[in-house]
């Protein structure tokens, strides 16, 4: 990997490694939000949770020590629909499936009542994201199928276990 001095500093850059398609996804989904905030003004309150990726051990002692818990959805919409505080969003791609931690999380967020959705592509998410906030009844956007959380949106079906 290619490696460059910074000259006033003189420590070393590293260019990162290209994005993940999780990151693309993501990314798109709040392209999306940002052009669509003046249909869905609620949409301005979304925001991104930075628990994953990769950090060496003295940024993630900082950041453990901040309370930033691993297993935490990607995405919260912080906008009350009907019994529904708000909206927490997980986002993954292909066969990747939510780790046991992740879905500890998602089974007690949805406990106390929030709205949790596991979405392989930014337009699934987009469409729940939707009719959420449109008060569409969230038992309707998402279904439990044998124990396992699983999205009608979703191209590749719901997730496992």
């Known amino acids: 990997m290619e490696q460059l001095k910074l000259s006033q500093t003189g420590r070393t ?4 490694k290209p994005q ?4 693309n996804e993501q990314t798109a989904l709040f392209q999306w939000a940002a052009y669509n905030v003046g249909k869905y003004p609620e949409l301005a309150l979304m925001y991104a949770i930075p628990n994953g990726g990769k950090r060496d051990g003295r940024t ?9 818990k691993a297993g935490v959805p990607d995405i919260h919409l912080p906008v009350a629909r009907g019994i529904h505080p708000g909206m927490f969003i997980e986002m ?3 066969s990747n499936k939510p780790t046991e ?8 967020l949805r406990e106390q009542g929030y709205a949790v959705g596991v979405y392989y592509d930014w337009e699934a998410a987009r469409d729940a994201i939707v009719d959420y906030l449109k008060g569409k009844p969230y038992k309707e956007i998402m279904q439990e ?6 999205a009608k949106y979703n191209k590749t ?3 496992g276990k």
Do not use: C, D, F, M
């Open 60 to 68: 993630g002692a900082i950041l453990k020590a901040e309370g930033v």
């Open 101 to 108: 931690l992740q879905l500890w999380w998602i089974n007690r």
């Open 145 to 150: 199928v044998n124990g396992e959380i699983s």
């Open 157 to 159: 079906g719901g997730i």
């Open 92 to 94: 993954k791609v292909g």
């Open 13 to 16: 850059y590293v260019p990162a």
């Open 20 to 23: 993940t398609r999780e990151h």
